[in-house]
């Protein structure tokens, strides 16, 4: 079957580092993206992992391992703006390109 | 030109009424893809084109026909929705089936009464 799974809430303050996990377990695995979505709006690209390792891009970082199937989302240097919910997706297999989300992090920023 | 567009913002119709969404992307993208979301929930897969082929089917019912008339364009048909269909309906694209990076549109909000 197919699993995805993050917290569902998290708060953190203004100027702080939060980090947000992600576990899957899915048939298959070509790629895990981060997504950011605001309330009433589509969601936006932040990150792509298909080997593992860190990548750095600005104030966010996403890791993979997957022989763990884990990843995480890190943001640095938290400003309001980023309260948001943050979408873990999967790709499951190379044939078909359909993601498969997660069910979000609901992240609330306060000052 | 990094965007996709979709139209109209907002919907709404009644149970009996045939209507149209579209999508459009100038990115060269030949992977394009209809996801309905609910609030609170995450975007959830209904069609995925890859070049102006049906690849995916997400098991949607009837009511819902997408159409690719060309590379750039994706609509989906709407007749005789329910009001549980009533969600944010994304369209989005990537370069090719297997691209790295899915950029979604703003979405249409579809209200059914």
């Known amino acids: 079957g197919q699993n995805i799974d993050q917290p569902t809430e998290m708060t953190a303050t203004e100027g702080a580092i939060v980090q947000i996990n992600c576990t899957y377990q899915?048939?298959?695995?070509?790629?895990l993206f981060w997504y950011q979505q605001h309330a009433g709006e589509a969601p936006t690209f932040l990150s792509y992992n298909v080997l593992d390792g860190l990548e750095e891009k600005g104030r966010f970082s996403s890791f993979l391992s997957r022989s763990k199937g884990y990843s995480y989302l890190l943001l640095k240097e938290l400003q309001m703006k980023d309260s948001a919910s943050y979408l873990c997706a999967v790709r499951g297999n190379q044939a078909g390109t359909a993601l498969i989300f997660g069910k979000g992090t609901t992240l609330s920023v306060s000052s | 030109d990094t965007e996709v567009t979709q139209t109209p913002k907002h919907l709404v119709m009644g149970m009996t009424n045939k209507k149209s969404l579209k999508c459009e992307q100038h990115?060269?993208?030949?992977?394009m893809y209809w996801y309905k979301q609910k609030a609170k929930k995450p975007p959830e897969l209904m069609f995925v084109y890859s070049y102006e082929k049906l690849s995916i089917n997400e098991s949607v019912p009837s009511r819902f026909s997408p159409e690719c008339p060309n590379s750039s364009l994706l609509n989906l048909h709407l007749h005789a929705l329910q009001p549980e269909d009533s969600a944010l309906y994304l369209c989005?694209?990537?370069?090719?089936?297997?691209?790295?990076?899915?950029?979604f549109g703003p979405g249409t909000r579809l209200t059914v009464t």
């Open positions: 990115m060269g993208h030949r992977a």
């Open positions: 989005a694209s990537s370069l090719q089936a297997g691209g790295s990076e899915q950029y």
């Open positions: 899915t048939s298959g695995f070509n790629g």
